[in-house]
């Protein structure tokens, strides 16, 4: 699977973006999919993630607690998107999209269990 990212860019603080994760290569659909970031010196972090299809609750949506209720993802048969609204400073960072690193159910928050990588895009949010 191949995924390339686009959108991101610099926005004040209230504002919003979108992200778009277009995939090509392997089956797109059958993986769980995610979005990831990493702002300077800290962690990759859980963003939020949307489950396979095919799985019995396709669709099903998860979200890190610092973007619920202010960012949304969705995807189509060939891209993975990232809405975010109302975005804070705290948001700016490096964002990434990933892919499962297998075919299963479920939505994984941790980063080692993606296999495939977009590029990352800079999201600079001012105050």
């Known amino acids: 699977v191949q995924l390339v990212v686009s959108g991101g860019g610099l926005v004040q603080a209230g504002g919003s973006l979108s992200l778009s994760c277009a995939a090509s290569?392997?089956?797109?659909?059958?993986?769980?999919m995610a979005w990831f970031r990493q702002a300077p010196g800290k962690a990759r972090e859980f963003v939020a993630g949307?489950?396979?299809?095919?799985?019995?609750?396709?669709?099903t949506t998860l979200y890190a607690d610092s973007v619920q209720g202010r960012f949304t993802v969705s995807r189509t048969s060939a891209t993975v998107d990232l809405q975010m609204n109302d975005l804070k400073p705290e948001d700016s960072a490096v964002y990434y999209c990933?892919?499962?690193?297998?075919?299963?159910?479920?939505?994984?928050?941790?980063?080692?269990?993606?296999?495939?990588w977009g590029q990352g895009t800079q999201v600079t949010v001012s105050s």
């Open positions: 990933a892919a499962d690193r297998v075919v299963r159910p479920g939505i994984r928050r941790s980063d080692y269990e993606y296999g495939y």
């Open positions: 949307i489950s396979r299809d095919g799985d019995r609750n396709a669709g």
């Open positions: 290569g392997r089956t797109f659909s059958v993986y769980a």
